[in-house]
């Protein structure tokens, strides 16, 4: 007899919500369906009733003022008191008034895992990593209508709620009890709306940490969407779980001309000179609240000491040839040469550049003279960290190579690094013998189960692949310091460097801190199939922290012309790395997946960097850093847009 | 025009005071150029310098509390047991085999007396994680609240020494309490190497099997598919063994190095070659292996019938071996296969270390303090001479044939040019409008026996008489004559009683001629130790010496040439020096004090074409262009002579990729 109950509810379920959907389909001004089970019906479900006019225009971007402390979906800005409007209808069909119970979930479902596992059909154990939420004061579990007369009319129920960081509370994001929301941003990419409503007495049955999902079971959070679309819940007679067909598209997309602030702790708080700073740089009230952008100092390893010729050049513009190259790399005596690490900024603000007007940010490496042999890097950082998205920026980077093919020593890095902090920020756990403590050790480096280290990189040089294995390395011929003959010590290169002269290397890298776990974790050159590409991982031995891919594309299509895109999608399974003259025209260069390599999961930073790299951290490299000369002249780059979404 | 010369620059003899002329010496023996390879001289000497003053950022274990240097130490703490410090392997340590010493510097600080900090010397062989040498001794903290310098030294042992040791120095902290260290300053001393190649001549090697010249077991050499010409090593019908190249380490290198690299391009004609390219030494006696690397085409692909290139990199146990091993790079067909290889390319080693002793610069300098340059001392700073025209009326001369400079017409100005050629002197004078030298004079044939190739010249005022010489020596029998240029003809102003020493117009680098302490212009060289010159005192040439100070020869060396002038209203001295590099720098000698100011190149040639990079570089200096600035006429031509020494070539050699040229330079912008 229960069954038949059962089988009757369902069908007559079916053949309401297939109805409505007809009926829903018919009439524009309706939102979704009618939903009906035993004791109510639900109608005009409308989670952003105050947000989306226009069903077509269903993007809100990231609200970078006051964000500091992490994002608020909306911002005071964007709705009248910074929340969406949740609206709905309901119908009491029961035999007496009573009240009904509601709670509205969000959940992102660009960057998530699949609820259910594939195979065992049980909850995935991933999608606790989702990121969903509710009502921010997690406390409040299902909220109560009043109660509502079987009068056989729908009563509209209003509620608001808003999308924030840390949604489930948790605790790990907290710091001397206060909850960092900003250590947990929302994730960029679409979101969906699940309107959950029960009786009373199905509210009885749904677990306390699916009420309220800052509680975990078995020490796992328990993913809604699981519990109400393929669990338990899905089997409640008078609860219904709706998933909105209205969804919101989530983009951050940061004003570059709203400043680049200056954190003391790049500098590791010790004076320094604040001399350049300015309206537009430095640390002021408005900066600090508002600028998305903070100059980036690299790290500088005090191992890569290099012994560089004493020449200062503008390779890009004085013609500098691989003849200038040969000769410098032949006659030049080491007492001559200039002992140096590479530089960074030491007056912030000097070489970063925060334009309001064109809302673009510059860089420039700073030229140099004598007595003064810097080789410096500059770059920016993002303030707001993201899990996840599809970053893409609208840059024009400096050209690397000069007209001869010679390589001004510079590498074009667009990349994302964690956000650090430590256990917060801990990846997830590497089930195979655990990450390499730090990115920085030998192989001889302890493992440990988690770390908090991720990077995901672009950096373009001149540099020649590691794949097919049969090409590398070149061979490249000694030369001969006989300035008697001219073919003793301007030795060409290898042809299978000059036949690719006006191309730069486009290196893409996953730093997954030597995971075993990926199932076909490989060393050397690996081949990984994706949209009808293939793609040689190189990974150089079992400890190494990073594997890369390598693409040889044009210089001057990259960076000669007015501007050029450059994208890392960042998925939970995957990285692709693209590139395109237009967002409509990218085109892939990397494809790496769960099956090669760890994908972080951990909050991470956007950085663009005109840096200088040790050359031996490049084997084949067909130019040394420290054969090439110091910078004559500042070398500008410039930033024109950052989209993540 | 006569250049004016300052009472100043008396003092250096070796200077040319007047135009010289610095290329005829075809007659000339090269003995004066020591070409052979000498052996290596060792100098101890600093190998390695690291200042650690704590200034570095990102580092958590620094503090600003209090310093003896920059804006802040490093502290040690209850925390922190063990502090920054120095970790290197040897064989990234420069010469590391030449280790003997290293000495530390550190500065520490407490406010408290400490019992137990120690500063540490460890040498790990970090494969096997096993510590070779350990060394702790405390550190002084007496009195407190005050920086007290430590200093240690200890020898480094040979038997130390390996590459993959490693060599940590650290402060210990055993009873973890709390005090400073800043400005740690590591020195390691040691013998190096100076000056002289470890490779021979050729490390490079290429095979395309058009012959078997130097090839081992060249069976399966054979005209058919190739790469390039028409022969290569076809390995069909299941052929496992190809030839080999089998080369003494001698042949190549001085001693053992470190890798061998090879290519070669391989034409499989069935699928799934198995081709491995190997390199070996074996010991002869024994017979056994030292080592054998191979790298196959196994795992790569490699389509049939398209030819696809193996590159390889061997690495080569250097210390396993004597420079009397062999290597032997082989092709072997291991999957016997049908497959057709060629062109073969083996480097043996990697390229030499650069000459020189390491540099003193220390390491932050540049980026804490103003750089302060020491005398004489490198890096110099850099200043170009440009590029104001080219000379096609010359081209019939090359770096080969005699040309002087000087005033030797009355009426002009500036500076003429004397060109001999085919027993013809020809005056050329730079026309400023068109940027041009032209022909104004040539000597008839009855003045032929003055210009006799056999003769060198040189250009000066000898006899002071206020007009400019022309001297002519018979490089034959030393026999001169001074010739003047008076009414459109050549005279011959003195001739000679007594014949010059060979060991004079034997001198190749007797290129200059200077004023002296009589004011009069003599002819200089320099040997290394003194400048020489040889003054015309009443129709006798007379040898002075000048030795070279000590401070002085870092700027003065043997062979160099000298090119005297005004350069933007002062007077300089350009000296260039070819026997390694083209060498040219701007000496100022003020209070009598040689000084190096500036190392010089060329700007605004075409392409590449820098005259540095040529093989026979001639300079001719002068007021051409202006009467106030010295220009330099840049003869720049390469020599198809095998063996071409740098001063006597016989084929001049017009390279497309570096034609011959003649330009003229001045230190105007």
Same mark, same amino acid.
């Given at each position: 007899? *229960?069954?038949?109950?059962?089988?009757?509810?369902?069908?007559?379920?079916?053949?309401?919500?297939?109805?409505?959907?007809?009926?829903?389909?018919?009439?524009?001004?309706?939102?979704?369906?009618?939903?009906?089970?035993?004791?109510?019906?639900?109608?005009?479900?409308?989670?952003?009733?105050?947000?989306?006019?226009?069903?077509?225009?269903?993007?809100?971007?990231?609200?970078?003022?006051?964000?500091?402390?992490?994002?608020?979906?909306?911002?005071?800005?964007?709705?009248?008191?910074? *929340?969406?409007?949740?609206?709905?209808?309901?119908?009491?069909?029961?035999?007496?008034?009573?009240?009904?119970?509601?709670?509205?979930?969000?959940?992102?479902?660009?960057?998530?895992?699949?609820?259910?596992?594939?195979?065992?059909?049980?909850?995935?154990?991933?999608?606790?990593?989702?990121?969903?939420?509710?009502?921010?004061?997690?406390?409040?579990?299902?909220?109560?209508?009043?109660?509502?007369?079987?009068?056989?009319?729908?009563?509209?129920?209003?509620?608001?709620?808003?999308?924030?960081?840390?949604?489930?509370?948790?605790?790990?994001?907290?710091?001397?009890?206060?909850?960092?929301?900003?250590?947990?941003?929302?994730?960029?990419?679409?979101?969906?709306?699940?309107?959950?409503?029960?009786?009373?007495?199905?509210?009885?049955?749904?677990?306390?940490?699916?009420?309220?999902?800052?509680?975990?079971?078995?020490?796992?959070?328990?993913?809604?969407?699981?519990?109400?679309?393929?669990?338990?819940?899905?089997?409640?007679?008078?609860?219904?779980?709706?998933?909105?067909?209205?969804?919101?598209?989530?983009?951050?997309?940061?004003?570059?001309?709203?400043?680049?602030?200056?954190?003391?702790?790049?500098?590791?708080?010790?004076?320094?000179?604040?001399?350049?700073?300015?309206?537009?740089?430095?640390?002021?009230? /408005?900066?600090? *609240? /508002?600028?998305? +952008?903070?100059?980036?100092?690299?790290?500088?390893?005090?191992?890569?000491?290099?012994?560089?010729?004493?020449?200062?050049?503008?390779?890009?513009?004085?013609?500098?040839?691989?003849?200038?190259?040969?000769?410098?790399?032949?006659?030049?005596?080491?007492?001559?040469?200039?002992?140096?690490?590479?530089?960074?900024?030491?007056?912030?603000?000097?070489?970063?550049?925060?334009?309001?007007?064109?809302?673009?940010?510059?860089?420039?490496?700073?030229?140099?003279?004598?007595?003064?042999?810097?080789?410096?890097?500059?770059?920016?950082?993002?303030?707001?960290?993201?899990?996840?998205?599809?970053?893409?920026?609208?840059?024009?980077?400096?050209?690397?190579? /000069?007209?001869?093919?010679?390589?001004?020593?510079?590498?074009?890095?667009?990349?994302?690094?964690?956000?650090?902090?430590? &256990?917060?920020?801990?990846?997830?756990?590497?089930?195979?013998?655990?990450?390499?403590?730090?990115?920085?050790?030998?192989?001889?480096?302890?493992?440990?189960?988690?770390?908090?280290?991720?990077?995901?990189?672009?950096?373009?040089?001149?540099?020649?692949?590691?794949?097919?294995?049969?090409?590398?390395?070149?061979?490249?011929?000694?030369?001969?310091?006989?300035?008697?003959?001219?073919?003793?010590?301007?030795?060409?290169?290898?042809?299978?460097?000059?036949?690719?002269?006006?191309?730069?290397?486009?290196?893409?890298?996953?730093?997954?801190?030597?995971?075993? &776990?990926?199932?076909?974790?490989?060393?050397?050159?690996?081949?990984?199939?994706?949209?009808?590409?293939?793609?040689?991982?190189?990974?150089?031995?079992?400890?190494?922290?990073?594997?890369?891919?390598?693409?040889?594309? *044009?210089?001057?299509?990259?960076?000669?012309? &007015?501007?050029?895109?450059?994208?890392?999608?960042?998925?939970?399974?995957?990285?692709?790395?693209?590139?395109?003259?237009?967002?409509?025209?990218?085109?892939?260069?990397?494809?790496?997946?769960?099956?090669?390599?760890? +994908?972080?999961?951990?909050?991470?930073?956007?950085?663009?960097?005109?840096?200088?790299?040790?050359?031996?951290?490049?084997?084949?490299?067909?130019?040394?850093?420290?054969?090439?000369?110091?910078?004559?002249?500042?070398?500008?780059?410039?930033?024109?847009?950052?989209?993540?979404? | 025009?006569?250049?004016?010369?300052?009472?100043?620059?008396?003092?250096?003899?070796?200077?040319?005071?007047?135009?010289?002329?610095?290329?005829?010496?075809?007659?000339?023996?090269?003995?004066?150029?020591?070409?052979?390879?000498?052996?290596?001289?060792?100098?101890?000497?600093?190998?390695?310098?690291?200042?650690?003053?704590?200034?570095?950022?990102?580092?958590?274990?620094?503090?600003?509390?209090?310093?003896?240097?920059?804006?802040?130490?490093?502290?040690?703490?209850?925390?922190?047991?063990?502090?920054?410090?120095?970790?290197?392997?040897?064989?990234?340590?420069?010469?590391?085999?030449?280790?003997?010493?290293?000495?530390?510097?550190?500065?520490?600080?407490?406010?408290?007396?400490?019992?137990?900090?120690?500063?540490?010397?460890?040498?790990?062989?970090?494969?096997?994680?096993?510590?070779?040498?350990?060394?702790?001794?405390?550190?002084? @903290?007496?009195?407190?609240?005050?920086?007290?310098?430590?200093?240690?030294?200890?020898?480094?042992?040979?038997?130390?020494?390996?590459?993959?040791?490693?060599? =940590?120095?650290?402060?210990?902290?055993?009873?973890?309490?709390?005090?400073?260290?800043?400005?740690?300053?590591?020195?390691?001393?040691?013998?190096?190497?100076?000056?002289?190649?470890?490779?021979?001549?050729?490390?490079? @090697?290429?095979?395309?099997?058009?012959?078997?010249?130097?090839?081992?077991?060249?069976?399966?050499?054979?005209?058919?598919?190739?790469?390039?010409?028409?022969?290569?090593?076809?390995?069909?019908?299941?052929?496992?063994?190809?030839?080999?190249?089998?080369?003494?380490?001698?042949?190549?290198?001085?001693?053992?190095?470190?890798?061998?690299?090879?290519?070669?391009?391989?034409?499989?004609?069935?699928?799934?070659?198995?081709?491995?390219?190997?390199?070996?030494?074996?010991?002869?006696?024994?017979?056994?292996?030292?080592?054998?690397?191979?790298?196959?085409?196994?795992?790569?692909?490699?389509?049939?019938?398209?030819?696809?290139?193996?590159?390889?990199?061997?690495?080569?146990?250097?210390?396993?071996?004597?420079?009397?091993?062999?290597?032997?790079?082989?092709?072997?067909?291991?999957?016997?296969?049908?497959?057709?290889?060629?062109?073969?390319?083996?480097?043996?080693?990697?390229?030499?270390?650069?000459?020189?002793?390491?540099?003193?610069?220390?390491?932050?300098?540049?980026?804490?303090?103003?750089?302060?340059?020491?005398?004489?001392?490198?890096?110099?700073?850099?200043?170009?001479?440009?590029?104001?025209?080219?000379?096609?009326?010359?081209?019939?001369?090359? =770096?080969?044939?005699?040309?002087?400079?000087?005033?030797?017409?009355?009426?002009?100005?500036?500076?003429?040019?004397?060109?001999?050629?085919?027993?013809?002197?020809?005056?050329?004078?730079?026309?400023?409008?068109?940027?041009?030298?032209?022909?104004?004079?040539?000597?008839?044939?009855?003045?032929?026996?003055?210009?006799?190739?056999?003769?060198?010249?040189?250009?000066?005022?000898?006899?002071?008489?206020?007009?400019?010489?022309?001297?002519?020596?018979?490089?034959?029998?030393?026999?001169?004559?001074?010739?003047?240029?008076?009414?459109?003809?050549?005279?011959?102003?003195?001739?000679?009683?007594?014949?010059?020493?060979?060991?004079?117009?034997?001198?190749?680098?007797?290129?200059?001629?200077?004023?002296? @302490?009589?004011?009069?212009?003599?002819?200089? @060289?320099?040997?290394?130790?003194?400048?020489?010159?040889?003054?015309?005192?009443?129709?006798?040439?007379?040898?002075?010496?000048?030795?070279?100070?000590?401070?002085?020869?870092?700027?003065?060396?043997?062979?160099?040439?000298?090119?005297?002038?005004?350069?933007?209203?002062?007077?300089?001295?350009?000296?260039?020096?070819?026997?390694?590099?083209?060498?040219?720098?701007?000496?100022?000698?003020?209070?009598?004090?040689?000084?190096?100011?500036?190392?010089?190149?060329?700007?605004?040639?075409?392409?590449?074409?820098?005259?540095?990079?040529?093989?026979?570089?001639?300079?001719?200096?002068?007021?051409?262009?202006?009467?106030?600035?010295?220009?330099?006429?840049?003869? =720049?031509?390469?020599?198809?002579?095998?063996?071409?020494?740098?001063?006597?070539?016989?084929?001049?050699?017009?390279?497309?990729?570096?034609?011959?040229?003649?330009?003229?330079?001045?230190?105007?912008?």
């Amino acid at each position: 007899m *229960k069954n038949n109950n059962t089988y009757s509810s369902i069908v007559f379920f079916l053949l309401t919500v297939i109805a409505a959907g007809l009926f829903s389909c018919s009439n524009g001004s309706q939102n979704g369906p009618t939903l009906s089970c035993e004791k109510f019906s639900l109608n005009n479900v409308d989670p952003l009733s105050n947000y989306q006019k226009d069903s077509l225009d269903n993007h809100i971007y990231l609200d970078y003022n006051n964000a500091v402390e992490g994002f608020s979906v909306p911002s005071i800005a964007q709705t009248k008191d910074g *929340k969406f409007e949740l609206s709905f209808e309901i119908k009491n069909t029961g035999t007496a008034p009573q009240k009904f119970y509601y709670k509205i979930y969000y959940q992102n479902e660009r960057y998530k895992f699949p609820e259910i596992d594939s195979v065992s059909k049980n909850e995935n154990p991933l999608a606790e990593e989702n990121f969903y939420g509710s009502w921010e004061e997690t406390g409040i579990a299902f909220k109560s209508t009043t109660a509502i007369a079987n009068d056989d009319e729908y009563h509209t129920i209003t509620d608001k709620f808003r999308i924030v960081g840390n949604p489930r509370n948790d605790q790990r994001y907290f710091s001397n009890g206060k909850n960092d929301r900003w250590k947990r941003n929302p994730r960029v990419g679409e979101y969906k709306f699940m309107l959950v409503v029960c009786t009373e007495d199905d509210l009885k049955t749904i677990p306390t940490e699916v009420q309220d999902i800052s509680k975990k079971s078995k020490d796992h959070f328990v993913n809604p969407y699981y519990f109400f679309n393929y669990g338990k819940g899905k089997g409640l007679k008078n609860t219904i779980a709706y998933t909105s067909e209205k969804s919101l598209l989530v983009v951050a997309k940061p004003n570059l001309g709203a400043g680049i602030y200056i954190n003391d702790m790049s500098f590791n708080g010790k004076e320094y000179d604040k001399s350049y700073f300015c309206a537009t740089c430095g640390q002021d009230s /408005n900066i600090y *609240k /508002n600028a998305p +952008i903070q100059q980036f100092i690299n790290y500088v390893d005090a191992s890569t000491k290099m012994e560089n010729i004493p020449v200062i050049a503008d390779i890009l513009k004085d013609n500098y040839s691989k003849t200038d190259y040969n000769w410098n790399k032949s006659f030049y005596k080491k007492e001559e040469l200039i002992p140096t690490l590479i530089q960074t900024a030491k007056h912030p603000c000097q070489t970063v550049f925060s334009d309001p007007k064109e809302n673009k940010i510059v860089i420039k490496n700073p030229g140099t003279k004598y007595g003064e042999w810097k080789k410096e890097s500059v770059g920016i950082i993002t303030r707001h960290g993201f899990t996840y998205g599809k970053y893409r920026v609208k840059v024009k980077l400096t050209e690397l190579l /000069n007209k001869n093919g010679v390589w001004n020593g510079l590498t074009n890095a667009i990349w994302l690094i964690t956000q650090g902090g430590g &256990e917060w920020n801990f990846r997830r756990s590497c089930n195979k013998e655990g990450y390499m403590a730090s990115y920085w050790g030998g192989k001889d480096d302890k493992r440990v189960a988690a770390v908090d280290y991720s990077e995901i990189d672009f950096e373009i040089l001149k540099t020649p692949p590691y794949c097919p294995d049969n090409e590398f390395p070149p061979v490249f011929k000694n030369p001969n310091d006989n300035n008697k003959n001219i073919n003793s010590w301007n030795i060409p290169m290898p042809d299978d460097i000059t036949k690719n002269d006006d191309n730069i290397t486009v290196a893409c890298t996953n730093w997954d801190m030597a995971c075993w &776990e990926p199932k076909n974790f490989g060393v050397g050159c690996n081949p990984i199939e994706h949209k009808g590409q293939t793609y040689y991982t190189h990974r150089w031995d079992h400890w190494y922290r990073a594997i890369t891919e390598k693409k040889e594309e *044009k210089d001057d299509e990259l960076f000669a012309g &007015e501007y050029y895109y450059f994208e890392i999608d960042w998925r939970p399974t995957e990285i692709i790395w693209r590139i395109g003259p237009s967002p409509d025209k990218m085109r892939e260069v990397g494809y790496m997946n769960e099956t090669v390599t760890s +994908i972080p999961n951990n909050q991470m930073l956007l950085i663009i960097t005109q840096e200088y790299h040790n050359t031996q951290w490049w084997p084949g490299a067909p130019y040394s850093q420290d054969n090439l000369p110091f910078p004559l002249n500042d070398i500008p780059g410039e930033i024109y847009e950052l989209v993540i979404e | 025009m006569k250049l004016r010369i300052l009472t100043r620059y008396l003092f250096l003899f070796a200077i040319p005071l007047s135009i010289s002329c610095n290329s005829n010496h075809e007659g000339a023996s090269s003995s004066a150029v020591n070409l052979t390879p000498k052996k290596d001289s060792l100098v101890f000497t600093n190998l390695y310098h690291e200042l650690q003053d704590m200034e570095m950022l990102n580092d958590p274990r620094l503090s600003t509390e209090c310093f003896a240097s920059g804006k802040q130490s490093h502290k040690l703490s209850k925390d922190l047991e063990y502090s920054i410090g120095f970790n290197k392997l040897f064989q990234d340590i420069p010469s590391y085999q030449g280790i003997q010493k290293i000495s530390i510097g550190l500065k520490s600080y407490s406010k408290n007396k400490i019992k137990d900090a120690v500063l540490v010397v460890s040498i790990d062989n970090a494969k096997e994680q096993k510590n070779i040498l350990w060394e702790g001794k405390p550190l002084l @903290f007496e009195p407190p609240n005050n920086w007290n310098n430590n200093s240690f030294s200890y020898d480094i042992k040979p038997e130390f020494i390996s590459p993959g040791n490693s060599i =940590s120095v650290y402060v210990w902290n055993k009873t973890k309490e709390e005090f400073y260290i800043d400005d740690l300053v590591i020195d390691i001393f040691g013998n190096t190497k100076v000056a002289n190649d470890v490779l021979v001549s050729n490390s490079n @090697f290429f095979f395309d099997f058009e012959t078997t010249e130097g090839i081992v077991g060249p069976e399966n050499i054979k005209a058919t598919t190739a790469h390039s010409g028409k022969q290569a090593i076809d390995m069909s019908d299941g052929k496992e063994y190809g030839p080999s190249i089998v080369k003494t380490i001698s042949e190549i290198a001085t001693e053992p190095f470190k890798k061998v690299s090879a290519s070669v391009w391989v034409y499989p004609t069935q699928e799934k070659p198995n081709l491995v390219l190997t390199a070996s030494s074996i010991n002869e006696q024994s017979r056994e292996a030292i080592f054998w690397e191979g790298k196959s085409t196994e795992n790569s692909i490699f389509p049939i019938n398209t030819w696809t290139k193996l590159n390889a990199s061997f690495n080569v146990p250097s210390e396993k071996l004597t420079a009397d091993n062999k290597i032997q790079i082989n092709i072997w067909n291991k999957g016997k296969t049908g497959v057709i290889v060629d062109d073969l390319e083996i480097v043996y080693g990697t390229p030499n270390e650069r000459k020189g002793l390491p540099s003193a610069l220390e390491l932050n300098t540049q980026y804490e303090k103003e750089f302060t340059p020491i005398k004489n001392t490198p890096p110099f700073d850099v200043h170009y001479l440009n590029k104001k025209g080219s000379s096609n009326a010359l081209t019939e001369y090359t =770096s080969k044939d005699p040309i002087v400079s000087g005033n030797f017409i009355a009426s002009s100005k500036t500076d003429e040019l004397v060109c001999i050629k085919n027993k013809t002197a020809r005056i050329y004078s730079f026309n400023a409008i068109k940027k041009e030298f032209e022909k104004i004079a040539e000597s008839n044939t009855n003045e032929s026996s003055l210009f006799d190739p056999v003769n060198i010249y040189f250009s000066g005022d000898y006899n002071s008489d206020g007009k400019q010489d022309l001297l002519c020596i018979n490089t034959t029998n030393g026999t001169w004559q001074i010739l003047n240029y008076l009414n459109n003809k050549w005279q011959i102003g003195i001739t000679g009683k007594n014949s010059l020493k060979e060991n004079w117009y034997k001198q190749h680098a007797f290129v200059s001629s200077g004023k002296t @302490f009589t004011d009069k212009d003599a002819l200089i @060289f320099n040997n290394g130790k003194a400048h020489i010159t040889l003054q015309l005192i009443n129709g006798e040439w007379q040898e002075k010496m000048i030795n070279i100070t000590a401070s002085a020869q870092t700027v003065f060396h043997a062979n160099d040439l000298y090119y005297t002038g005004s350069i933007a209203g002062s007077k300089h001295t350009l000296v260039l020096n070819k026997d390694w590099r083209f060498d040219l720098k701007l000496i100022s000698a003020e209070n009598n004090d040689p000084t190096i100011r500036y190392m010089i190149d060329f700007k605004g040639y075409e392409a590449d074409h820098n005259p540095k990079y040529y093989e026979f570089t001639k300079l001719v200096s002068g007021n051409f262009y202006s009467e106030k600035d010295l220009s330099l006429l840049v003869f =720049s031509f390469n020599c198809a002579d095998n063996n071409f020494d740098g001063i006597k070539c016989t084929s001049i050699e017009n390279n497309k990729q570096f034609p011959n040229k003649i330009e003229l330079y001045t230190f105007e912008k």
